[in-house]
């Protein structure tokens, strides 16, 4: 068996950030004074020139974004996801957004595992916050090396992009070379039940289908990296195929991948939908794993509401 080898998302981030830099000069990278955090750090080590520290002024930060890509240059604009979507908001909106500017937000220590740092700093809303942007493109990948192919996709796109990044590290899945923005990745084949699943959660997904697989169930396990816009297509056929909809994500329930998924399946072909999530509540301080478990975000119970789902078919 070979190793298991685990890197944090926001690792995949600086590391192409410098792969970029030393085959483009077109772009910059800005940080609000968390650069060691964010990995950005990794990029300015080498391009000192073209990584600015903006200080701890994210909206600042955010309007000299704006004004580096009006100028014609493509910019990565990092801090944590609190601090970006949480603090920046309306400079995102009205600045980037509405101007649909090349800015590139890389939003690190997102969801639950972020750990001890508790509910001030665990962003569970970003992705709706994002996702109501007109023309903002959301990305969440699910290890080291999808988030690299989301950096890379993201600089060779225009318009605004939001990249989520976690501070844990997770196991490197097998390369995926499939990779194509806007297309969802089929990991595991099944008909009983699909799980759809986004980020640090298709981990969980995948030890689901093994739970699953123990009683006979064979679930299809789908990785959705692009949030905005949704790979409908990939939805709808699980949706015919399979008859039961599981979405599981760390994020709240409320206008995530859950919500996205809803919306899709609703308007397009109706289907039993349960949705695995932070509910209504604001996060707690903990070890990252325990509060994965604390707010049955874990393989278990997405089984068994994968169990509840299939007990929903008509």
Avoid at 22 to 44: C, I, P
Avoid at 126 to 139: F, N, Q, S
Avoid at 147 to 176: H, M, N, W
Avoid at 226 to 252: F, M, Q, R, W
């Amino acid at each position: 068996m070979s190793e298991i080898i685990k890197k944090a998302t926001r690792d995949g981030y600086g590391d192409m950030l410098v792969e970029l830099g030393k085959k483009h000069t077109d772009f910059a990278v800005l940080d609000a004074d968390l650069s060691a955090s964010t990995k950005t750090a990794t990029f300015g080590k080498v391009f000192p020139e073209r990584h600015i520290n903006c200080g701890i002024a994210e909206e600042n930060m955010m309007g000299i974004a704006a004004g580096f890509a009006a100028s014609g240059m493509k910019v990565f604009a990092s801090s944590f996801a609190m601090f970006a979507v949480g603090r920046a908001y309306e400079i995102i909106r009205n600045s980037i957004g509405y101007t649909s500017l090349n800015v590139k937000i890389g939003a690190s220590h997102a969801g639950v595992t972020v750990g001890e740092d508790g509910a001030s700093h665990q962003c569970i809303e970003d992705l709706t916050l994002m996702r109501v942007i007109p023309g903002m493109t959301v990305l969440n990948p699910c290890d080291y090396e999808e988030a690299k192919s989301c950096v890379k996709a993201a600089y060779e796109t225009d318009g605004p992009f939001y990249i989520r990044f976690g501070r844990l590290a997770i196991p490197v899945l097998e390369k995926q070379t499939n990779f194509e923005l806007g297309k969802g990745i089929e990991l595991v084949q099944g008909n009983d039940v699909a799980i759809i699943a986004t980020g640090y959660m298709v981990h969980e997904a995948l030890k689901a289908a093994e739970i699953l697989s123990q009683d006979g169930i064979k679930a299809r396990i789908i990785n959705i990296h692009t949030i905005k816009p949704l790979d409908n297509d990939i939805v709808i056929k699980a949706a015919k195929e399979c008859g039961a909809i599981v979405t599981a994500e760390e994020h709240s329930i409320i206008g995530g991948l859950g919500s996205a998924v809803t919306e899709a399946i609703c308007e397009l072909c109706p289907t039993p939908v349960l949705r695995i999530g932070v509910e209504d509540v604001f996060g707690i301080s903990g070890p990252a794993l325990e509060l994965i478990n604390h707010f049955k975000l874990d393989a278990k119970s997405i089984a068994e509401k994968a169990n509840t789902a299939i007990s929903l078919k008509k």
